[in-house]
């Protein structure tokens, strides 16, 4: 139920959530649970990346917790968090009155755009470690990027059929918009109808980003990272070889089985320790490259074998 | 005479693409129309163009093609006839130009007799034409990003096409691009009219039924509208300017389809900040104007320009959420401010080394090294020169330069590198000769550009560009063609205006050899800098080729002199004696070049010279020599060129009486040895052979 917040109504933190699963629920999306392995955005979960791959129609929307550990503030920056929160729609093929159905969701939200400024501006966005990019927009309302609106053109290095839409909403800002409130501590994240009490969004989350800082910038063990790293890295690449001969796999239920979605676990896991020696100032810029590019040999690999196992079960993956 | 509009609607376009696009399209409508000869005499075009279309309008086209009459020519009569009857050649020029062969007709010609027709086109609809023609044209439409998004792929353009208007008068053309059909309905504003769809009646009435929608098509009416309402608006606060900003101007005008104009506040606590913070925050990352006070210092407000005419409440909403955003992201730039003064720059300098400037080249610790010592030389030279440095300015300006790249706020704002550099070095108390080196370090960016306000902001710049251009030539990274990732050319067309401008003492193979590791990498860098200084004198200074290219003959190496050199050229070449000297050089130094390929020798030997006009050539041009030379160390050159023109009598006495190819090969070299000297002699301002003169 809205809440009053500076004067007007506004939706909690959780409601936030509910009105947009409920929105992208109607318009045939199925709904996801986030992800549980570490992400630094909706787009990495398999459920976008993987699936945006190869010609099978998907609707899916999710809300992803996004781990940064770089944009870590121990819980003292009012905009910055280590972890924040996206929630993600993928549509393959998008509709084509996407961009309206998009301002329906902000209408849902309880936005009046006759009252707000909503421009579209050029964003596009890359990931060149996943050898995905897209064309697309920030969606600025009053001057405050509240979206990403992507057309994605390609994924692990491969063109996509059908071409893919994506929405992206941050609802840590979105919220603090509707509630009008300063410090994302402030969010009011949910009230109890019968006695009015608030839970705010610092009492959920500020020891998570306190604890989660001091890991990331003070107490993580960089020479165990690194081995995290390496034997990750070695794991992943090791299937992903394997994979190479998985056409010659006996049957269709052991093509079905080769854990394609395994090693992309395995590559995941890198990406994050890579994010965490990023925080603990253990990569230089030299070494960053290098990295980097282990990371997108590994990420374009699975992307290509879970292309080429689509095509050898014939897309009954979904 | 009719009018046609054609309107192709979009998602909404990249704000930096629109303004091309739109003349891009003009030109191919209107090229297409005049190339199937569907303009009137005195026909005329105007364009539009929002975030959501592209529009053209053109008024006096034909309805029809005019019908056109071709002759054809066919084969030869002996080729179409055999014994009288036609033969198959025949047949099919027949068949070709739409008749029977007794219709066809004798053309004869100079090269003998032909079969020949007469064919009548009738005019096409101007309607078919462009159906057929348009859809082409939009294909060709460059975009500097595009994308697919139907099945298949069969069209790449910026953005899903989601409607197009073609109308000739009130009939509907029926274009198709992209999969969708042109009709007569267009949209308006997307929050003010709504999705639904409105109806064109014919071009004319473009325009008035757009701005009914809320949409004002007009970018010049547009960016008008944008501007006025800026300067209405900040009128409302007393004394206030709002900050010229061409650019800005553009963008915003690029993002509305009716734009709309608010002030907004910040709190004073702000200002403690340094105006070039919150001016980049403003502008490059929420697209504000800057609002400053009578005396240029930067007010606590802003100006945001809408996309929409929101009602009162609308707008005290708009309002505070932009100014919410701004406080956050100052709030974020005074964090970092605060944060980064933890750590002076002085012990940062060690952590440069974590700091890739080029992989083969090392970290910015290593590149900071060898820009100081590159920079202690040039202040060395220049203070023998009677330019004074502040030497030890210098080298702790270039020690500290890039420090300021391991700073929050650069993170934060890369386009601040150097400019924060500065200002915290002001801040933490160094001298300011050293925080205008370090602030001034990456000017001039362009030809456009200051260049640095000190002498030690000169050096500094010069120095970093050298090594940077020294260090990518030696590794074989040389700009090629069009391309140039590292931006090596505007670097080096910065060193060519710094010296140039600030008329520095110091020459560019000094500056090549300082920078470049290798011989060989300051020659092929000293080639680079020539050609550099040959852009810089004909594009940027405007001087003539032929005189660029006199001036450079006689060497490039002195940037200030090539300046003076080839103003001193400019001014004199219109003398009539000049010109009659430089021709007779031009003749010399052709008879040279012809001499010396049939491998003739040339000698100084004025003793064998036997013609009265020679021998008063040789004494003449000796005397005169010696006198020009002097001038010339003088920087005279003005004087220097006046005196060689006066050596004109004499050498045209000289051509006029006698021939330097005598049979006698010793007299033959001497007259070739009298010619390579006069050349020498007088071509150290400028090669006036190279110079073209008007017959």
């Known amino acids: 139920m809205p809440f009053v917040a500076n004067g007007k109504e506004a939706l909690t933190f959780q409601e936030l959530l509910f009105r947009l699963q409920s929105f992208w629920a109607e318009r045939g999306c199925v709904l996801q649970q986030p992800y549980d392995v570490e992400v630094g955005a909706g ?45 993600q729609v993928i549509l393959k093929p998008p509709p084509a009155d996407v961009q ?82 300063d410090s994302i501590y402030d969010i009011v994240w949910a009230v109890e109808p019968d006695t009015g009490k608030k839970t705010t969004y610092g009492e959920i989350r500020l020891y998570e980003e306190e604890q989660l800082s001091a890991f990331s910038f003070d107490y993580a063990d960089v020479s165990k990272l690194w081995e995290h790293l390496n034997a990750y890295e070695a794991e992943c690449l090791a299937l992903l070889d394997r994979a190479k001969s998985m056409d010659k796999l006996e049957t269709e239920k052991d093509k079905r089985r080769f854990p394609v979605l395994g090693a992309y676990e395995l590559a995941l896991k890198c990406s994050h320790a890579f994010n965490l020696l990023d925080a603990r100032g253990a990569i230089s810029v030299t070494e960053r490259v290098g990295v980097m590019a ?22 009954t993956v979904s | 005479m009719a009018d046609f509009l054609f309107e192709i609607g979009l998602e909404e376009v990249p704000a930096r693409m629109i303004a091309s696009a739109e003349a891009e399209l003009t030109k191919r409508v209107n090229d297409l129309l005049g190339r199937e000869r569907l303009l009137e005499e005195g026909s005329s075009v105007t364009s539009y163009s929002t975030p959501r279309r592209l529009a053209v309008v053109v008024s006096g086209v034909l309805r029809q093609q005019p019908d056109a009459v071709e002759e054809l020519l066919g084969p030869s009569l002996k080729v179409a006839f055999k014994d009288g009857q036609p033969t198959a050649a025949a047949e ?153 900003d061409e650019e800005l101007v553009e963008t915003v005008t690029h993002l509305t389809e009716w734009p709309y104009v608010i002030l907004g506040g910040f709190e004073q606590e702000y200002l403690e900040l340094p105006e070039e913070v919150l001016v980049t925050v403003m502008r490059d990352h929420q697209k504000y104007f800057a609002v400053e006070d009578a005396g240029h210092k930067l007010a606590a ?103 300021d790249l391991t700073s929050e ?17 002001r801040a933490q108390g160094l001298s300011e000769t050293v925080a205008l080196a370090v602030y001034d370090q990456y000017l001039p960016a362009s030809m456009e550009d200051a260049i640095p306000r000190t002498v030690e902001g000169l050096l500094l710049s010069i120095a970093d560009k050298a090594d940077t251009i020294g260090g990518m030539f030696g590794l074989g990274l040389e700009p090629t063609g069009s391309k140039d990732p590292f931006g090596l050319r ?87 004696d000049f010109a009659a000297v430089s ?93 390579n000297r006069v050349l020498q002699d007088f071509s150290r301002v400028a090669d006036f052979s190279e110079i073209v003169v008007s017959s």
């Open chain 2, 92 to 244: 099919a020029f027949a068949k070709k130009a739409g008749v029977s062969v007794t219709d066809l007709s004798t053309v004869t010609n100079a090269k003998g007799e032909y079969l020949g027709a007469t064919v009548k086109r009738a005019g096409k609809s101007a309607s078919d034409v462009i159906a057929a023609e348009l859809p082409k044209e939009i294909a060709g439409i460059y975009w500097a990003k595009n994308m697919f998004w139907r099945a298949g792929k069969p069209e790449r353009f910026v953005r899903p096409v989601k409607w197009m208007v073609a109308l000739l008068d009130e009939a509907v053309v029926p274009v198709e691009f992209a999969g969708v059909t042109a009709g007569n309905t267009t949209r308006g504003h997307r929050i003010l009219h709504g999705s639904g769809t409105i109806t064109i009646a014919k071009p004319v009435e473009y325009v008035a039924a757009l701005e009914k929608a809320f949409v004002i098509a007009d970018v010049a009416v547009r960016r008008q509208k944008i501007r006025k309402d800026l300067d209405k608006v900040t009128r409302t606060v007393a004394g206030a300017r709002w900050r010229e």
């Open chain 1, 100 to 181: 309206e159905v998009y301002l329906d969701s902000l209408r849902a939200i309880g936005i009046d755009l006759k009252k707000h400024d909503l421009k579209f501006e050029e964003d596009n966005w890359e990931w060149p470690v996943g050898g995905a990019w897209g064309v697309g927009w920030q969606m600025m309302l009053d001057g405050q990027e509240i979206t990403q609106f992507t057309y994605f053109q390609q994924c692990g290095g491969m063109d996509l059929e059908p071409m893919c839409g994506e929405i992206t909403y941050g609802l840590e800002r979105i919220a603090q918009f509707l509630q009008g409130v």
């Open chain 2, 301 to 403: 407000h802003f100006l945001a320009v809408l996309n929409i005419e929101p009602d009162a409440e609308g707008l005290e909403i708009i309002r505070t959420g932009n100014e919410r955003v701004l406080r956050a992201r100052f709030n974020d730039a005074r964090f970092f401010w605060e944060f980064d003064q933890k750590t002076p720059l002085v012990d940062r300098v060690e952590s440069l080394k974590n700091v890739t400037f080029q992989k083969e080249l090392g970290s910015y610790f290593a590149k900071a090294e060898r820009v100081r010592k590159v920079a202690s030389s040039l202040a060395r030279l220049s203070d023998e020169r009677k330019t004074a440095v502040d030497a030890a300015a210098l080298e702790e300006a270039a020690t500290i330069a890039k420090t």
């Open chain 2, 583 to 675: 021709a007779a050089f031009k003749r010399m130094r052709n008879i040279l070049t012809q001499a010396r390929e049939k491998g003739e020798a040339a000698a100084w030997t004025p003793d064998f010279l036997v013609e009265p006009a020679e021998r008063t050539l040789a004494e003449e041009s000796g005397r005169l020599a010696a006198w020009v030379e002097g001038q010339r160390r003088e920087k005279h050159y003005v004087e220097a060129l006046q005196s060689i023109a006066t050596l004109r009598p004499h050498v045209d006495d000289f051509f006029e009486k006698v021939m330097v190819m005598a049979p006698e090969e010793k007299l033959r070299a001497a007259r070739l040895g009298l010619l």
């Open chain 1, 43 to 87: 787009t990495m979960s398999p459920d976008t990346f993987l699936r945006v791959l190869g010609p099978k129609p998907v609707r899916i929307a999710y809300a992803q917790p996004s781990r940064r550990p770089a944009d870590g503030r121990y819980g003292e920056n009012p905009n910055r968090l280590y972890k924040h929160t996206q929630f």
């Open chain 2, 490 to 576: 505007r670097a080096a067309n910065g060193i060519v205006k710094m010296l140039a401008e600030a008329k520095l003492p110091v020459l560019l193979s000094e500056i090549a050899g300082l920078g470049s590791e290798h011989a060989a990498t300051a020659t092929k860098v000293e080639g680079f800098f020539a050609e550099r200084v040959e852009f810089y004198l004909k594009d940027v200074k405007g001087y003539a080729y032929d005189v660029v290219k006199a001036v450079l003959a006689a060497g490039a190496d002195d940037v200030p002199d090539a300046v003076a050199r080839a103003q001193a050229v400019t001014d004199v070449r219109g003398s009539e």
């Open chain 1, 294 to 315: 282990r990371i997108r040999a590994l990420v374009v690999g699975v992307a290509k074998a879970y292309a080429q196992q689509q095509e050898l079960v014939g897309a």
């Open chain 2, 409 to 425: 706020l650069v993170k934060e704002f890369t386009e601040l590198q150097g400019i924060v550099g500065g200002l915290y070095a």
